[in-house]
């Protein structure tokens, strides 16, 4: 079978690992991180997304795999501005630098221009990657369940909570989500998005609702681009969404994010 998109990804992330030097400075670097965040108040992304009404993570990202570049003019600190004068309840920024064309530096920037929690979402695959995002001052992190074996899982569940860094744990709609809930995970999300056939399976989302417990922040993500469909999932018992490439496509991205905040 020919490798996935997903496994690309991963490779690529794998290699730059190994051929990046570690930084003896890291460890120091982001638990100083840690400490100021906590100086100042965390900001917590559970608690910005269990709300009653439906909280939307909106998202900065310049291109994806599937789409290539989304928007030419792509600036993630205003567009992340826009997304919080609009009503996002946190925002998410997309690092991967190959097939994403992100920036780790921009979750630093991201950070000091808005009030709200923010995500990076990469794909984590080392506890060296966990620090680095407490480092550039994250205050939650994308981890994907298919990557990451129970140990691992477990080693970076830990670390993420000692750096009191919020993780948002990703299953893929064609996953039993059950590993993810025994994890502990208090944030989980899925994604609709088949990364080897980029279907989109909406239904297959709002089925997996029932089997993720009430008391865990149940985050839908991908495909989002109707106020209908954030109804219909909303009401199948998901908190949030995480929208990123039809807000960034959008002329106006700031009045796309609230048509989908007034959804019917």
Known sequence: MADSVLDRIVADVRHRLEATPKDPRLVDAARAAADERRRYGLRSLRKALFEPEAAIIAECKKASPSAGIIRPDFDPVALAGAYEG???????????????????????????????????????????????????????????????????????????????????????????????????????????????????????????????PADRVRVAESGIRDPAVVARLHNAGYDAFLVGEHLVRAEDPAVALRNLLHAP
């Open 86 to 212: 609009a009503g996002a309840a946190a925002i998410s920024v997309v690092t991967e630098p190959d097939q994403f064309l992100g920036d780790p530096r921009w979750l630093a920037a991201v950070r000091q221009a808005v009030n709200l929690p923010v995500l990076r979402k990469d794909f984590v695959v080392s506890p060296r990657q966990l620090l680095e995002s407490a480092a550039l001052g994250a205050d939650a992190v994308l981890l994907i369940s298919r990557l990451l074996d129970g140990d691992l899982l477990e080693e970076l569940l830990a670390m993420a909570s000692d750096l009191d860094l919020e993780v948002l744990l990703e299953v893929f709609a064609d996953e039993d989500p059950a590993p993810a809930v025994a994890s502990g995970a208090d944030i989980i999300g899925v994604n609709a998005r088949d990364l080897a056939t980029f279907e989109m399976r909406l239904d297959r989302v709002e089925a997996l609702a029932a089997e993720l």
